[in-house]
């Protein structure tokens, strides 16, 4: 925009830059797209057609095609974002064009946008006494108006400079070479970074950067707070269906070591089998021992492992990402109903004692049943996701709920995760909720006692949250964006004493500062009505909606 | 005592207690049926609801959770819920859903367990059947003029 003025800023078309940004951002997201497809339907190609002149050239121009698409990535973005920032800024520089010139008029003195200039009519000259004050004053206005035309010649000149670098060679297009892949050591020093930060560096990556990052460091990938929902999903299906694969293996590797001992037994061949054993019977059984205690490990990590394979395949249900999961220890997995990415609302459910990998089936209904309430119960149509945070070593036992351990820490994995929606999320941010249930709640309020990325909080069936105040909960919130409610007959209330609990102040009192929300007393079972917030009419699984969605005005 | 072990003296007991009382949730016996013969009559009970409004709709599932734990980690009952959207054609008297089905349960038994028939954006009536099926049905006036039904089935804890 050479010999930019002022009428050239005030009539520039924002509206239309915005419309070609969102052109060319659309489009770099169909090329990403269009090489994740490229690259998982043609990665196999090399290993099915592996010989000849035509497989050596095939497999060639695949890895060509694979590199250019993937390429062409990046430009498109690149021009899409500057083609934004373009559009916002003049509308910001519009914006103040028009207030110093109302401010002008205002104060009297006369604006020629045409020409440029800011001058004062002869009677404010003449009615003061100091008629230097008048020629100041105009001068001030020039002086903000030429700042204002410098600002949008550099944002010219800068949007200018990015198309031209991102534009294809005329010959070359995007080109053909891959960039370096993603080494583990790259993927392992993101781990520790904010996760903006990550998010960025992520986005620095071609397309086939990214999934050869997926497809060779799965396990690094899936768990990375600050990676796409869609990316983690990719990379944590994968790790979730070898896990499940090589469980299946092992188990009947010792099925049939079991089947061939009992043979050799029927046989009266048990001495060829323990040829050092002065007791072959009793080397026998103590191996079958050990080999039924190892099938029940794994039957415990399959039954898990398959619940969320059943649950994120089922094309019956809303669809799930999997944004995370180990079967190491006592198993995690995070589960997201929904899209957190694009989701308008998030809450993030904690659960508590006994939460493990094998049983985490009863725990993805809870996410299933918030996502449900929130989407039927909003009025204004916004989205609702629900994420199964089980991302930390639970208490396996309720003699080990006492400690503070487990919530200690889980703090950086919670905290980490929450800012990490708030790093990929689209569009303007979502209203994040974090719930804890029982010893979840002690969880989420030891990571908030720090900085937990949540405009609310949930804590029900609580035994104390590491706090005694609300107010000491640091959230993107007050107090008031703090809410509990413990049914009447939960056996955790029977283990204060008065309003304190073993992590502190019960936060379901009103002297902890925070809003107390209401659940059904329960049944006469206290152990049962500890797990019942979830169940179909219970007041509480409307009001859990209700702050989700933002429509804290109908808790009741 | 120290707070851990006040805690978990406090859950072994209630745990007891617990075991001692179970069967004695809500006005009804748990009921010996399997998960499956139990997701048959919630999915009967929807139907049957869905008879009494006037023909042109059909329900369509959007929660089906056929096994929910009763109980995190102690026994292993489990209880059904199904949550539909009621799909009905324009001109259908969605309005009219909550008071021809309070009606119907009124008639035939049911009790009142939740009543928001007032609420004016989200109202909604919630029954439970002798046996201790539970159904409620509902409405949301959605902000950009539309209403959206459902009706929300569930069975007791199963034994």
């Not at chain 1, 103590?286 to 619940?307: C, V």
């Not at chain 2, 709709?57 to 109980?71: R, S």
């Amino acid at each position: 925009m050479t010999g930019l003025t002022l009428q050239a800023l005030f009539d520039a078309d924002a509206d239309a830059v915005a419309a070609a940004a969102q052109g060319w951002l659309a489009m770099a997201e169909a090329v990403d797209n269009a090489t994740e497809g490229l690259i998982r339907g043609t990665r196999d190609l090399a290993h099915v057609w592996p010989e000849g002149a035509a497989a050596e050239a095939g497999n060639a121009k695949a890895v060509e095609i694979r590199a250019e698409t993937s390429n062409a990535y990046q430009p498109c973005q690149r021009i899409g974002r500057a083609l934004r920032e373009h559009a916002d800024t003049v509308r910001h520089l519009q914006d103040s064009l028009r207030q110093v010139t109302a401010g002008a008029v205002a104060a009297g003195f006369q604006v020629d946008i045409t020409a440029g200039t800011v001058s004062a009519p002869q009677h404010m000259y003449q009615q003061t006494t100091a008629p230097h004050v008048i020629a100041q004053q105009c001068s001030a206005y020039m002086w903000q108006l030429q700042g204002l035309l410098d600002q949008a010649a550099d944002l010219d000149g800068r949007t200018v400079t990015v198309i031209n670098a991102n534009l294809p060679d005329a010959q070359r297009g995007f080109g053909s070479l891959s960039l370096p892949p993603v080494s583990e050591a790259a993927l392992r020093a993101q781990k520790g970074h904010p996760p903006a930060d990550v998010h960025a560096w992520w986005d620095t990556l071609t397309p086939q950067q990214q999934e050869q990052a997926i497809l060779e460091h799965p396990d690094l990938v899936g768990w990375l707070d600050g990676v796409p929902a869609a990316d983690r999903d990719t990379a944590n299906r994968a790790v979730l269906d070898r896990t499940i694969t090589d469980l299946a293996g092992r188990n009947n590797a010792l099925i049939d070591r079991a089947d061939y001992i009992r043979a050799m037994a029927d046989q009266g061949r048990l001495g060829e089998l323990y040829p050092t054993s002065g007791n072959p019977l009793g080397s026998a059984l103590s191996e079958l021992d050990r080999i039924e205690d190892q099938q029940k490990g794994i039957q415990d990590t399959l039954t898990g492992s398959t619940a969320i394979a059943n649950r994120i395949n089922d094309p019956n249900q809303p669809p799930a990402l999997l944004l995370g999961y180990s079967s190491a220890d006592d198993g995690k997995a995070i589960v997201s109903v929904g899209d957190p990415d694009a989701a308008d609302n998030v809450v993030t459910y904690v659960p508590g004692t006994m939460s493990d990998l094998p049983s985490v089936a009863g725990d993805l209904t809870r996410a299933d049943i918030m996502a449900a309430d929130g989407n039927r119960l909003d009025p204004s149509g916004r989205s609702t996701a629900a994420i199964l945070w089980l991302g930390y070593d639970a208490p396996d036992q309720f003699t080990n709920a006492g400690s503070s351990s487990y919530a200690e820490n889980a703090r950086p994995d919670l905290q980490n995760f929450q800012s990490g929606l708030r790093a990929t999320h689209d569009g303007p941010a979502s209203h994040n909720t974090v719930i804890g249930h029982s010893y979840g709640t002690t969880t989420v309020g030891y990571a908030a006692r720090d900085t937990l990325a949540a405009n609310d909080l949930i804590f029900v069936g609580s035994p104390g949250v590491g706090v005694d105040s609300a107010a000491d909960l640091h959230i993107d919130g007050t107090a008031g964006n703090v809410w509990a409610s413990t049914a009447g007959n939960d056996v955790i209330g029977f283990t204060g004493i008065d309003d304190t609990m073993r992590f502190g102040e019960n936060p379901d009192n009103p002297g902890f500062g925070g809003r107390q929300f209401t659940s059904a007393d329960g049944s006469l079972n206290p152990v049962a009505t500890h797990s019942q917030y979830w169940d179909p009419q219970n007041p509480s699984r409307r009001n859990i909606a209700y702050i989700v969605t933002g429509q804290t005005d109908r808790v009741e | 005592m120290p707070p851990a072990r006040r805690l978990a003296h406090a859950l072994a007991a209630a745990l007891a207690a617990g075991a001692l009382t179970a069967g004695c949730d809500s006005s009804v016996q748990q009921p010996t049926m399997t998960p499956s013969q139990a997701v048959e009559r919630v999915a009967a009970r929807a139907q049957e609801a869905l008879r009494q409004l006037p023909p042109g709709a059909t329900l369509k599932a959007e929660l089906n959770q056929p096994e929910i734990p009763c109980d995190n980690g102690g026994d292993k009952s489990t209880f059904a819920e199904i949550d539909y959207k009621i799909d009905y054609p324009a001109g259908w008297p969605v309005a009219q859903v909550i008071p021809t089905l309070a009606g119907y349960w009124t008639k035939n038994g049911y009790k009142t367990v939740t009543d928001k028939r007032t609420d004016a954006k989200t109202p909604t009536l919630g029954v439970e059947h002798p046996d201790g099926f539970r159904i409620s049905a509902s409405l949301t006036y959605r902000d950009n003029g539309r209403i959206d039904a459902y009706l929300i089935s569930s069975s007791p804890c199963l034994q």
